[in-house]
């Protein structure tokens, strides 16, 4: 019987492999989900090297809670990974949700990176 970080594992690879073929070019929108923080980065898998990054943990964060484990500070995360990310020159991404479902926290961030002026 496969463990849950097994099933995770094969989740985010079939993904991937799904985002590779699709991406043509663009650079990844990648998010991390923690328990009481959220990470989010845009990769240029072309040549390996993070273009923007944010998280609940930065300095520049800001929430009206306290935490970075709610939909609020997803979405602030969101939009200050477009903010970065645009001012780097992406506007199109390819959104790589990892091995977590489109809901929640993970929804929240997409839709701030949109607003952002990001667009997938």
């Known amino acids: 019987?496969?463990?849950?970080?097994?099933?995770?594992?094969?989740?985010?690879k079939r993904l991937r492999f799904q985002l590779r073929r699709k991406a043509g070019g663009r650079p990844r929108l990648s998010v991390f989900?923690?328990?009481k923080n959220i990470y989010a980065q845009v990769i240029d898998d072309s040549?390996?090297?993070?273009v923007a990054a944010a998280s609940s943990l930065d300095k520049d964060f800001k929430s009206g809670g306290t935490t970075g484990g709610?939909?609020?500070?997803?979405?602030?995360?969101?939009?200050?990974?477009?903010?970065?990310?645009?001012?780097?020159g992406v506007k199109q991404v390819v959104f790589d949700r990892g091995a977590y479902l489109y809901h929640g926290r993970v929804k929240a961030l997409a839709e701030a990176?949109?607003?952002g002026g990001l667009s997938f």
């Open 1 to 12: 019987m496969s463990t849950l970080q097994e099933l995770r594992e094969r989740r985010r």
């Open 33 to 35: 989900r923690a328990g």
């Open 47 to 50: 040549v390996g090297r993070t």
């Open 70 to 88: 709610n939909r609020d500070a997803a979405a602030a995360v969101g939009k200050l990974v477009a903010e970065r990310a645009v001012a780097a």
């Open 113 to 115: 990176a949109r607003e």
